[in-house]
């Protein structure tokens, strides 16, 4: 803890005279000193792509968990499928390539979150959608999930957005 006092004079006589601005300094420079100790130590690893690869990245790495940005149901070419699950496929598709930039696979996903434009067209469709997830994990995915309805994504075509967490054991 060196060197956090640097600028404060803490003498007895300015403890005694102000002692709750005296504490409230003290807290304050903890505070500060632990604030940056944890930044010294939380090492990031990122990966960016696409065409907003300068605004976000797709994926970030810290300690063995790795958060994904939400990955929208293009195909490599570009294409956006016209259905819930073919996008959702796709979603997948695009979640396995930022996975295997860390060295991952959909078997270290352990949460997933589902954002829809139609929750009613997604849950009228909630068997050919699941079967088809399940084919792409090759077995009943052993994830927590959440469904969230909203308005619309980053454009009208998209469907579907899948945001997920998973766990590095590799690293």
Not at 1 to 25: C, D, L, Q, S, W
Not at 108 to 121: R, S
Request: proline share 4%; charged share 25%; aromatic share 8%.
């Amino acid at each position: 803890m060196e060197g956090i006092f640097i600028n404060k004079i803490f003498t007895p006589k300015r403890i005694r005279n102000n002692r709750p601005t005296v504490i409230k300094e003290i807290l304050n420079s903890l505070i500060v000193y632990r604030m940056k100790k944890k930044e010294e130590s939380m090492k990031k690893t990122l990966f960016r792509s696409g065409p907003y690869a300068d605004l976000f990245s797709q994926g970030v790495l810290v300690g063995n968990i790795l958060t994904l940005a939400g990955q929208l149901g293009d195909s490599p070419d570009g294409v956006v499928p016209t259905s819930i699950q073919g996008q959702m496929e796709n979603c997948y598709k695009n979640i396995e390539l930022v996975l295997k930039e860390f060295g991952g696979s959909l078997a270290n996903v352990i949460d997933e979150t589902w954002f829809v434009t139609n929750v009613e067209e997604c849950m009228t469709n909630v068997e050919d959608i699941f079967s088809s997830r399940e084919k792409i994990y090759g077995c009943k995915p052993e994830v927590s999930q959440t469904l969230v309805g909203v308005s619309a994504l980053v454009d009208a075509k998209y469907k579907i957005e899948i945001k997920c967490i998973a766990y590095l054991d590799n690293k």
